[in-house]
């Protein structure tokens, strides 16, 4: 066998692994879009469609980030409402406020409950800009009230 051959081929492994390394970096490096673009509330009230990318486009009803994911101010690592707002029965500070303060930081009777938060904040804003819509039905289509 020429000696030179297992040391070609150990050259030609290496550049072959060099370009599927570098094909996997762009292909899979490449940001994941980070806003969703429609999202479906399961509920014992049927489901509810909530358009997310109208509510913020520009074209839409250009809606800021912060104004719904409110907490902190420069929230840049977005959670879901249910991290901060799934107050225990025991009354205590949901742990993801835990990552960021001390149990003593603040009083956890005023966080609301999930749903209650998703209402508030969905229903105040379509009263507060006089079109959205404020009645359950028009949420809750597939649900008898
Ligand atoms: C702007 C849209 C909107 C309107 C108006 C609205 N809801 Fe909802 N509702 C939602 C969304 C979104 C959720 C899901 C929240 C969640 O995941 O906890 C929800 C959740 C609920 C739930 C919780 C179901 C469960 O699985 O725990 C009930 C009950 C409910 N709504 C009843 C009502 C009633 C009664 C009204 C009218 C007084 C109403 N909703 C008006 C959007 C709406
Ligand atoms: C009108 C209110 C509203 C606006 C404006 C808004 N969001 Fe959301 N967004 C929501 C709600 C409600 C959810 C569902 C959260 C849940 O299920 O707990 C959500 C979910 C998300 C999620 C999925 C992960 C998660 O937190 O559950 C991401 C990512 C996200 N939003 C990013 C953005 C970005 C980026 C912007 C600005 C371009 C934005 N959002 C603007 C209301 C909004
Ligand atoms: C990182 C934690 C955190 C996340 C995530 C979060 N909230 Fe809150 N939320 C709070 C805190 C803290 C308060 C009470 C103080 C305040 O108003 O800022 C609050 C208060 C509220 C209130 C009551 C405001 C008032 O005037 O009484 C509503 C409504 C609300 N949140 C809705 C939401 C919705 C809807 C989401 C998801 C899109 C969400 N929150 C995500 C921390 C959070
Ligand atoms: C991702 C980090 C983060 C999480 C999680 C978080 N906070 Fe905060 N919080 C902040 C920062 C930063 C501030 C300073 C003001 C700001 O940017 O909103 C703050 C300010 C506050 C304040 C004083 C100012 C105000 O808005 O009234 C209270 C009270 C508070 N947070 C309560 C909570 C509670 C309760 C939770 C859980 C439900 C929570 N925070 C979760 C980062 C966080
Ligand atoms: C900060 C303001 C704001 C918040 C928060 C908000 N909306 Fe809206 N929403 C609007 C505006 C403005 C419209 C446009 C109404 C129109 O032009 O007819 C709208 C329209 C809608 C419509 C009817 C048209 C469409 O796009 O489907 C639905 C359904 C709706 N919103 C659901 C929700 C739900 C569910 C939430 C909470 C998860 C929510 N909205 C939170 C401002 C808001």
Redesign the pocket.
Known sequence: MNPKKPLQLAYGMAVVLLLVGVLSYTAFSAKAPDEPVRLMFQCSTGKVLFDHKTHTAESGYGIACTDCHH?????E?R?SCRS??DVPKDGS??A??L???DAG??E?E??VKKTDAIHQQCIGCHKEKGSGPEECKLCHVNYNF
């Open positions: 907490h902190p101010e420069n929230a690592d959670t901060c707002h500070a949901p993801a406020c990552n960021c303060h930081d603040f956890v005023s966080i």
